[in-house]
């Protein structure tokens, strides 16, 4: 077992501190919400009061914060942990960033001797709770190893997907794939129910077609055709709408950086940055179905 400092107890980040210490590793736990704070607590983390008081004596830092500036600020900040971590600390950080981001607090770091890996993950709230995640690192093989001590507690899969910030594209890839899913098996359900389909038939005839995919086998948008999915609970829990949105606007900065055609992946950022102006940003990204209700005839 581990001694381990979780910085970052969001939906995600709080059900993953809480495998850690059911698990049994020694976890020092810190977020600016209190409630959060207890919630980890009452598991056996031990609450602190700032990032520097969590990563006291600790092996292994993990992080799960929501955007690059946050990332930057706690690691390379005045109150920085790049001013008090040591080289026998290994840094994980599990926030979706650029991978711009992730590049430079790993050179920082590693020029003050401090091991780092980043390590998006993919399997949303319910993979978090359930410990199921897969992490997708960048960094090298022997911190990538060295960090399934920690990551195999919190998920089912760990992968390398090349040195520091390669973890980050990979993440914005699967998740720019996983959004252009989502609108074309809300599309076609739409589209049968407005012409008298029944859309859990529909799922079902999908699903043994060469329609299947994620969204109809796990994640089905429509209310009330698969339990226990956000859909059948007013689209509450799981990835947020605004956070698909921000990881479809890094796919697309990727895109224009590196010369790459993603066409879908643009229309598709455009149809949920759409959907969360209209006020819809912290329901679950499924709720885009709703977007794509036909309109009535007269």
């Not at 736990?29 to 980890?40: C, E, G, I, T, W």
Request: hydrophobic share 40%.
């Amino acid at each position: 077992m581990a001694n381990v400092a979780f910085i970052g107890l969001g939906n995600m980040g709080g059900p993953m501190a809480m495998n850690l210490a059911k698990a049994g590793h020694n976890v020092n736990a810190f977020d600016l919400s209190k409630d959060a704070l207890a919630q980890v607590e009452a598991v056996g983390a031990r609450a602190c009061s700032s990032p520097r008081e969590a990563v006291e004596g600790v092996d292994v830092v993990v992080s799960m914060l929501p955007a690059d500036h946050h990332v930057e600020s706690v690691y390379l900040g005045d109150e920085g942990l790049v001013h008090v971590l040591t080289d026998k600390q290994l840094v994980i950080d599990c926030s979706t960033i650029s991978s711009e981001a992730a590049i430079y607090v790993g050179e920082q770091l590693q020029q003050a001797g401090i091991a780092f890996i980043d390590a998006p993950v993919s399997g949303g709230v319910g993979g978090a709770k359930a410990g199921t995640l897969t992490f997708i690192c960048g960094g090298t093989e022997a911190n990538v190893d060295r960090a399934r001590t920690v990551l195999n507690d919190m998920g089912k899969n760990v992968f390398r997907a090349g040195d520091v910030g390669a973890g980050q594209i990979a993440k914005i890839c699967n998740n720019m794939l996983l959004s252009v899913l989502m609108v074309g098996t809300s599309e076609a359900l739409q589209l049968g129910k407005a012409n008298g389909l029944d859309p859990k038939v529909l799922s079902e005839i999908m699903l043994q077609s060469s329609g299947r995919n994620w969204t109809l086998e796990v994640y089905n948008p429509c209310p009330d055709v698969m339990d226990g999915v956000p859909s059948s609970n007013d689209y509450q829990g799981g990835f947020m709408v605004d956070l698909m949105s921000k990881d479809l606007g890094l796919a697309q900065q990727t895109a224009l950086k590196s010369g790459a055609a993603t066409p879908m992946g643009a229309l598709t950022r455009n149809l949920y940055h759409g959907w969360s102006q209209q006020g819809h940003g912290r329901q679950d990204f499924s709720s885009i179905f709703n977007y794509l209700t036909p309109i009535t005839k007269k």
